[in-house]
């Protein structure tokens, strides 16, 4: 079966041209040829799998109807659903089976869509390769010796391979935007807030995000709808009105104000992305929109700040790991500190351990003025400096990532690998929605990326833009020449 | 900035972790870069600026102080390392 988007696969089972089950088992048939090269699922459930696909049959025979109903769908390994393990990719999970679903597996529960299974990611979302996993290294499906990106590397590469129509991941500096940038599918980051956090087992609370990887933008808008919304298990769940996300999006872009911030060009960045971005711009032009260049300085500073603030956030949240009500417990302990201490030593790998330790170091007396207080002041700057230039444009465009994918093992110090998010965290320290949207290949087959930027809640118009400059520029879905199960 | 081997102790007796030799040495260089990395904020200025925790801006979520069931007890339990007797089962405290 050639590769189908949500929308046409919903044609394809409201029409009875094809039943939930069957559709549920040439996708777990693909899982069980090619994953074992890809390497994108943690945990494939099969079984369950059929039951929620044979329960969606039933439905539409009955004649409902519903976007999401029979497709099946692959979640990302750190978004809690119920009687499946969730593990994060850590040793600490590695045997949790969480007793409830976040929000957002209830909705797509709702919808009648078909959990595949539970798809890789660096352990915690720490990471920008997957690399960081505990459990295994996912392929890039464009390139086998490349990284898929991270943190949702799984989720990316899972889309990529077509081994799921679509799927959920987690964005807190450009988990979301990144992979998708690198095996070129679509990758939306919504606002802070619009999409519920309740069973995303926290990393930085301040900025994760859940988020949607697809085949194309109208993907994208149908999913957005299914999981937008206040809940009110999340406090930071905002009393939004959610709109359908895909009313209006054809309608063209005609004199909408496109910015594009310089400073996310200059130094670092791959010509063919920087080619990318400005051909991008021209597209754009051609749809009707209005381009101009615009200057956010406070651009490289969103790095050192998102260090800082993720990585306390992230020590604060990760203290519950300690052995007690759930996950790793290290054996053989004769009293309860060195239980906790050995638990965690053994349980946290490198990357969660150098981020607890940061963030530590940042809230502890005497640094807590210097680090941690001085990253949210530069925050606010943040927020205002694009707060002011949405004063004068609806959308930004620049860069996803500052290259196409790298190689395993290529970013071996952690400073190096940090670098590689300049373009991403800024737009979580400000809380804003952003889009990956695939931008061709570079020279070696790689994808590229372009990102589009709107203030917050505005995701109707970085949809219809992101929508446009899909149709104009004409490269669509990024098929990898990778064949099923070589 | 330099980060010392005693400071390292420090912080992971407050991480609650333990680092061997080799890993101690690790991030202390680790810690270091990052650390002179994230000092780069310190040019710019900014005085009374207001701290951002939390971009929505949302403030005080109240709900009605209603009961309403919760999760079984076993079901609770269902992931503890271990447990006796419905509860949370840890090495001795007090000898």
């Keep these: ?486 | 900035m330099r980060i010392t081997t005693e400071q390292v102790r420090y912080v992971a007796a407050l991480s609650k972790l333990k680092l061997n030799e080799k890993e101690q040495q690790r991030m202390i260089e680790d810690m270091a870069s990052i650390i002179a990395f994230a000092d780069q904020l310190n040019e710019l200025e900014t005085g009374e600026i207001k701290p951002t925790a939390q971009t929505l801006g949302l403030f005080n979520v109240f709900r009605e102080d209603e009961s309403a069931p919760s999760y079984e007890r076993e079901v609770m339990l269902a992931n503890a390392p271990e447990k006796d007797d419905g509860c949370y089962l840890v090495p001795k405290l007090i000898e």
């Excluded at chain 1, 039951?51 to 539409?60: E, N, V, W, Y």
């Excluded at chain 1, 009105?241 to 004199?255: F, K, Q, R």
């Excluded at chain 1, 007396?365 to 990253?375: M, N, P």
């Excluded at chain 1, 520029?473 to 990898?480: K, V």
């Design chain 1, 1 to 486: 079966m050639k590769d189908f988007t949500v929308r046409e696969l919903g044609r394809l089972l409201h029409g009875r041209e094809l039943s939930a089950l069957e559709l549920t088992k040439i996708y777990l048939d693909r899982i069980a040829k090619t994953d074992a090269v890809i390497e994108s699922f943690i945990t494939v459930c099969e079984e369950q799998a059929i039951k929620a696909a044979q329960a969606a049959d039933k439905r539409i025979a009955s004649g409902e109807k519903g976007a999401l109903l029979g497709i099946p769908v692959g979640i990302k390994d750190n978004i809690c659903t119920s009687g499946v393990k969730t593990t994060c990719a850590s040793k600490m999970l590695s045997n949790f089976v969480p007793p409830y679903d976040a929000t957002v597996i209830k909705k797509l529960g709702q919808a009648g869509a078909v959990m595949l299974g539970k798809l890789n990611m660096d352990e915690f979302a720490m990471g920008s390769s997957t690399e960081k996993s505990y459990f295994k290294k996912t392929k890039n499906p464009h390139l086998l010796n490349c990284v898929p990106g991270g943190s949702s590397g799984g989720s990316a590469a899972c889309v990529s391979a077509g081994l799921a129509p679509f799927a959920l991941g987690s964005d807190t500096g450009g988990s979301i935007r990144q992979p998708a940038s690198f095996c070129g599918t679509v990758g939306l980051k919504p606002t802070y807030g619009l999409v519920s956090r309740y069973g995303l087992v926290a990393f930085a609370s301040s900025l994760d995000q859940i988020g949607c990887f697809t085949r194309d933008v109208y993907d994208c808008a149908i999913v957005l709808n299914h999981i937008a919304g206040h809940d009110a298990m999340d406090s930071t769940s905002a009393p939004f009105i959610v709109p359908d996300y895909t009313n209006g999006l054809t309608d063209g872009i005609s004199g909408k104000r496109i910015g594009i911030p310089k400073q996310y060009l200059e130094s670092g960045i791959q010509p063919e992305v920087r080619e990318a971005v400005n051909k991008a711009a021209e597209y754009f032009e051609k749809a009707g929109a209005v381009c101009e260049e615009c200057s956010l300085p406070l651009t490289k500073y969103a790095l050192p700040a998102y260090y800082l603030i993720s990585s306390a956030e992230a020590s604060s949240n990760l203290a519950r790991f300690d052995g007690v009500k759930y996950g790793f417990r290290a054996e053989n302990c004769s009293n309860l500190s060195e239980m906790y201490e050995t638990t965690r030593s053994l349980g946290f790998g490198e990357e969660v351990k150098r981020r607890i330790m940061l963030g530590t170091y940042a809230l502890s007396s005497g640094y807590y003025d210097a680090y941690y207080k001085k990253a949210q002041q530069v925050r606010t700057l943040i927020q205002r400096e694009f707060a002011d230039n949405f004063k004068r444009f609806d959308i930004l465009l620049t860069p996803t990532t500052p290259t196409t994918a790298f190689e395993f093992g290529e970013k071996a110090d952690p400073v190096s690998m940090y670098m590689g998010d300049i373009c991403t965290v800024a737009i979580n320290i400000a809380g804003l929605p952003a889009i990956n949207v695939p931008a061709g290949l570079d020279s070696r087959g790689k994808p590229v990326g372009i990102q589009l930027i709107a203030p917050p809640f505005c995701e109707q118009s970085l949809l219809k833009c992101a929508y446009a400059y899909e149709q104009t520029a004409g490269f669509g879905f990024l098929q990898p020449e990778f064949k099923e199960g070589i």
